[in-house]
């Protein structure tokens, strides 16, 4: 058998506040994009940049962290899977959406009101990750990973 990948890792700026919902099964998603940039000098020497955007998909306590913690603006850093959803149109149309279901955060900017994401309220919260005193490198990071396997079936939209 062939080995496959489907591994995605991004460091980006929130372009909103992430969006938290419960589905009639009582699982909690929340939906969020993050945008990406990138810069290079053109044939002329021109300086170009382009701006990628992002939608990311969260389930669970990972969902609940996200809408808990994240806001617009924040720069975090997201790893997931690449996932195609396809379905019908009200215009008959089939269309398609690609997003990553992520699998993993780490908040790389505190809070925006500029308290920290560490504390009190970090502890309550559950988030896992690495704590300020075992690498001083890490500063003002918070992160939490997804519990079990996703669904494309579970998918509220």
Not at 49 to 62: D, G, M, P, Q, Y
Not at 135 to 148: K, L, P, Q, R
Request: proline letters at 3%.
């Amino acid at each position: 058998m062939a080995m496959s990948l489907n591994r995605v890792q991004l460091i980006g700026n929130l372009t909103r506040d992430p969006d938290v919902k419960q589905i009639p099964g009582g699982q909690t998603v929340a939906t969020f994009s993050v945008a990406t940039s990138f810069s290079w000098n053109d044939a002329s020497g021109s300086r170009q940049s382009k701006t990628e955007f992002h939608n990311i998909v969260a389930w669970r306590k990972l969902a609940e962290i996200c809408g808990q913690y994240l806001k617009k603006g924040m720069k975090v850093f997201v790893e997931g899977k690449l996932q195609t959803r396809d379905w019908q149109g009200e215009d008959g149309v089939k269309r398609y959406r690609t997003e990553i279901v992520a699998d993993n955060m780490i908040m790389l900017s505190g809070k925006v009101d500029g308290s920290s994401a560490y504390g009190a309220d970090r502890e309550a919260a559950g988030i896992s990750g690495m704590s300020p005193s075992s690498d001083d490198s890490v500063g003002d990071f918070a992160s939490a990973s997804a519990e079990e396997e996703v669904k494309i079936d579970d998918l509220p939209f």
